[in-house]
Each structure stands twice: as C-alpha cells, then as structure tokens.
C-alpha cells in the first residue's frame, strides 16, 4: 500500500548463494563446519535436506548457528528417496556437479517452477566429466544422475555467463585427479572459488586473452571451518530501493555482502542519482561486506549495458520498479537470462509495469522502462508466477504507488527472504495479507 518515509536498521537474511555453498563445501570437507547467518528460506533448507539424504549430518543449534559435519570429497551415499529440491535453481544445479563424481545413482525433482527450468548448460560439461544426466524432454526435471567413481578433469568454456555452470564443474572436479578448468568469458560472481580457497582448496585464476581462466586442482582435502554469512545484496535490493523512492527515508541495512561481481544494481542506482554508501567495509569467510545506508530522493533513467548482466541478473525486477518511478527513460539490455529463471521475469515485468500505469517496450532481451517521475499509478493485481523477486518486487512498487498493489500469491516469498513483510513493516512500510493483516 502506498506509505511515507522508512526509517530505522534491518538486517535481511543471509545470502542465498553463499548459504546453499556453505552447506555443499562444508558436508565435503573434513571436520566440523559452523555456520552462522544462513538463510534459513526454503530453497536452503531444502539443500540441507539433500544433503542429509546424501549421509550427511547437519544440525541447527539453539544459538541458530548450523553445525554441518563433513564427510570429506567422495563419501557421500546414495540416497534412499528422491531428492527434492523445491523451487531451489541454484541448489539443484550446484548439487548436479556433487552428485557428478561421487559413484551414486540420485533423482532429483522440483516444484512445477523447477521442473520447467531448462538443466542442458550443466547436464553437458558433467557428461564430459563422465557422469550420466537422464531427463525428461529439454532436459528438465525430473532427473537421474549416474555419478561416476573415476571423474575426468575437463577443460571447458562457458559458452555464456552462469555462476551455477561454472560453480557445478568446480564442485565436479574436486573429486576429479588431475586440474579442472573453467573458462569464462564474461566474468561472474566468485562464490564458489571464495568459499573453495577459504575451506582449503588449490584453485588459481587468471586473466587471459580467452578470458578469466579458473584452474582447481582436484583431490584436495577441504577442512571444517567457521562461516559467517554475510546479508544477502540481492535482498537488501528491496528494501534499498523502497528507501530511494520514499522522500524522508533513512535506512541501514548491515552486514550486506559487496562482492564485485554482485554489485551492478548498485552501481546502476548510483548512476540514476542514488543516494546510497558503505560504510564499515570489513571481511567474512572471504567475502567483502559492509553497512548500506540508504537515503530517499529522486532518481533518473540511465541505459544499463549488457556486460552488466552477470552482476546483477536477479535484481533486475526490482530496478525496473525503481526506472518506472524515476524521471526520464531507462533501458536494460542483455536480459536473455531471465527468461529461463523463476519464471519468464521479463516479461512478467513488463506486464505488470504497464498493469500499474507505466509505459514499457519488451524485447528479446532488453526491457525499456519510462519512467512516471514519481508515483505510478499503481492499482492493479499481478502475477507472481510462483516467482518470489516478481512478488517482492511489486511490493515494493505498490509503496511506492498511487493505489495499492496485489500480489495474487505472496507464498513464493519465503523461498528466498523469509521474515520480508515483518522487516519492511518494521522499517515503516504498509503490506498486508489478503485478511487484511500486516
């Protein structure tokens, strides 16, 4: 519902990226792991559950700390069920290279959302690898990995930008003799290679005419550690740009991860006149983190170039809500990929935009947003596609609104951010339930 000013600090929940690898590298390594700030969402808590299934032991503790106790690379064991991975893209691909070069047989399913999901970038360079991916037509969930005992270091390109393919061969190729290579063209978040060094792994980068060549020498043995996860950026995004687009509005978010790699929609903001900083920038199981201080103003439309892509792919809905309260007109190219996420994010965007007032020209993959400067008309119900950014991000549009905005579904929020209306409620902002309760 349309609202003032926010005001006050809010830690949001711990990253999702960081948390699934923090499960699947601890359950590897030798040793006890402690993690503290995991994302306690669904998606993560159904990677723990995998994980389990798996052999392994992992246990959340009074203090809320989770206590995962390694098996070390090659013990895991087959499991005696499917392993459903929810709504989890992330975790479904990554545990794909697990499962890779471990001699198991496992059958992973999903949600109706999951399922529909395309599985090819990371079912191919695993083949290569020497393991059998089974699936159904588009190969789509579900699925059957046949892991293989004797796994083959590859050498492979990423023929276009994903953090989950690359992250996938890695966590193939630590149990494959020999160096697994990955070579990226296009730069993508590094979680995996931070979190692989941090627990012990040998794994070099360099940057080459080819691109950014990632080089990890298999068979290592990873040791237990203490993780502390830092606050997920991508879901600080909602209640930062809720902030932008307040007048009045004064937040801090703390313990926000500011990894490079994820840092485009920040970037983007501040070019739009953002008002926004980081301050306390400290350090976190090799993760840069910081405090983000947040003020509302105005904001105007920029062109957002594709090489940007990578380190922003999941923020998009959220900027295109704040292009549409912005003055003048923003474009964003190189938006292919979100076609093939949650749902069909582009487009889904684009409708709900022009549902709310706002004019939008949707392309192949570039969206242009003309900005109202201001409050957009708002008032209209949207779909959220069992999609969880689709949902937040319109949200944050209906505070930002003329006339309240409806979510049809609001359930797929808990997946990534759970606790989000009683953080946003908390900060000020007016979301109620279809019972008409915050």
Same mark, same amino acid.
């Given at each position: 519902?349309?609202?003032?000013?926010?005001?006050?600090?809010?830690?949001?929940?711990?990253?999702?990226?960081?948390?699934?690898?923090?499960?699947?590298?601890?359950?590897?390594?030798?040793?006890?792991?402690?993690?503290?700030?995991?994302?306690?969402?669904?998606?993560?808590?159904?990677?723990?559950?995998?994980?389990?299934?798996?052999?392994?032991?992992?246990?959340?503790?009074?203090?809320?700390?989770?206590?995962?106790?390694?098996?070390?690379?090659?013990?895991?064991?087959?499991?005696?069920?499917?392993?459903?991975?929810?709504?989890?893209?992330? *975790? %479904? &691909?990554?545990?794909?290279?697990?499962?890779?070069?471990? $001699? #198991? =047989?496992?059958?992973? /399913? !999903? +949600? @109706?959302?999951?399922?529909?999901?395309?599985?090819?970038?990371?079912?191919?360079?695993?083949?290569?690898? *020497? %393991? &059998?991916?089974?699936?159904?037509?588009?190969?789509?969930? $579900? #699925? =059957?990995?046949?892991? /293989? !005992? +004797? @796994?083959?270091?590859?050498?492979?390109?990423?023929?276009?930008?994903?953090?989950?393919?690359?992250?996938?061969?890695?966590?193939?190729?630590?149990?494959?003799?020999?160096?697994?290579?990955?070579?990226?063209?296009?730069?993508?978040?590094?979680?995996?290679?931070?979190?692989?060094?941090?627990?012990?792994?040998?794994?070099?980068?360099?940057?080459?005419?080819?691109?950014?060549?990632?080089?990890?020498?298999?068979?290592?043995?990873?040791?237990?550690?203490?993780?502390?996860?830092?606050?997920?950026?991508?879901?600080?995004?909602?209640?930062?740009?809720?902030?932008?687009?307040?007048?009045?509005?004064?937040?801090?978010?703390?313990?926000?991860?500011?990894?490079?790699?994820?840092?485009?929609?920040?970037?983007?903001?501040?070019?739009?006149?953002?008002?926004?900083?980081?301050?306390?920038?400290?350090?976190?199981?090799?993760?840069?983190?910081?405090?983000?201080?947040?003020?509302?103003?105005?904001?105007?439309?920029?062109?957002?170039?594709?090489?940007?892509?990578?380190?922003?792919?999941?923020?998009?809905?959220?900027?295109?809500?704040?292009?549409?309260?912005?003055?003048?007109?923003?474009?964003?190219?190189?938006?292919?990929?979100?076609?093939?996420?949650?749902?069909?994010?582009?487009?889904?965007?684009?409708?709900?935009?022009?549902?709310?007032?706002?004019?939008?020209?949707?392309?192949?993959?570039?969206?242009?947003?003309?900005?109202?400067?201001?409050?957009?008309?708002?008032?209209?119900?949207?779909?959220?596609?069992?999609?969880?950014?689709?949902?937040?991000?319109?949200?944050?549009?209906?505070?930002?609104?003329?006339?309240?905005?409806?979510?049809?579904?609001?359930?797929?929020?808990?997946?990534?951010?759970?606790?989000?209306?009683?953080?946003?409620?908390?900060?000020?902002?007016?979301?109620?339930?279809?019972?008409?309760?915050?």
């Amino acid at each position: 519902m349309p609202c003032e000013a926010l005001s006050g600090t809010a830690r949001v929940p711990g990253d999702k990226s960081i948390s699934h690898r923090a499960l699947m590298i601890g359950v590897l390594a030798v040793g006890e792991s402690e993690i503290h700030g995991l994302l306690e969402g669904e998606d993560v808590l159904r990677t723990a559950a995998a994980m389990r299934a798996l052999g392994a032991e992992i246990a959340r503790g009074d203090d809320g700390a989770w206590r995962v106790w390694g098996r070390g690379i090659g013990g895991l064991s087959a499991p005696e069920d499917v392993l459903d991975m929810g709504n989890s893209g992330t *975790g %479904a &691909r990554l545990l794909m290279g697990v499962l890779a070069s471990h $001699p #198991l =047989t496992a059958v992973m /399913t !999903g +949600d @109706a959302s999951l399922r529909s999901r395309p599985m090819a970038r990371v079912a191919g360079p695993l083949a290569e690898m *020497g %393991a &059998r991916i089974d699936a159904r037509e588009g190969c789509r969930l $579900p #699925l =059957t990995v046949v892991g /293989t !005992g +004797d @796994a083959v270091p590859i050498r492979y390109r990423v023929p276009e930008p994903s953090a989950q393919v690359k992250s996938a061969v890695l966590l193939a190729g630590l149990n494959a003799p020999g160096k697994t290579t990955v070579i990226e063209p296009q730069a993508t978040r590094d979680h995996s290679e931070l979190m692989l060094r941090y627990f012990g792994a040998d794994l070099d980068t360099e940057e080459t005419d080819e691109g950014l060549v990632i080089t990890l020498t298999g068979q290592p043995e990873l040791t237990g550690r203490r993780v502390r996860v830092p606050a997920d950026p991508s879901s600080a995004a909602f209640a930062a740009v809720a902030a932008l687009l307040l007048p009045g509005s004064d937040v801090c978010l703390p313990d926000v991860g500011i990894n490079p790699h994820r840092g485009g929609l920040y970037e983007t903001l501040r070019e739009m006149g953002a008002d926004l900083s980081f301050a306390q920038r400290r350090e976190e199981a090799g993760e840069p983190v910081a405090d983000l201080l947040v003020t509302g103003g105005s904001l105007t439309g920029v062109e957002v170039p594709a090489a940007r892509a990578p380190s922003m792919i999941d923020e998009y809905p959220i900027l295109a809500v704040a292009a549409a309260c912005a003055h003048g007109t923003t474009v964003m190219h190189g938006l292919s990929e979100l076609r093939v996420k949650e749902s069909d994010r582009l487009a889904a965007v684009a409708r709900g935009l022009a549902a709310c007032g706002v004019t939008v020209e949707e392309g192949a993959d570039s969206l242009t947003v003309h900005g109202v400067g201001g409050r957009p008309r708002g008032g209209a119900t949207i779909a959220s596609g069992l999609d969880h950014r689709i949902a937040m991000s319109f949200l944050v549009l209906g505070l930002a609104a003329e006339q309240p905005v409806t979510i049809d579904d609001g359930s797929p929020i808990d997946t990534s951010f759970p606790g989000f209306v009683d953080l946003m409620t908390a900060l000020g902002a007016k979301i109620v339930s279809g019972t008409g309760k915050p």
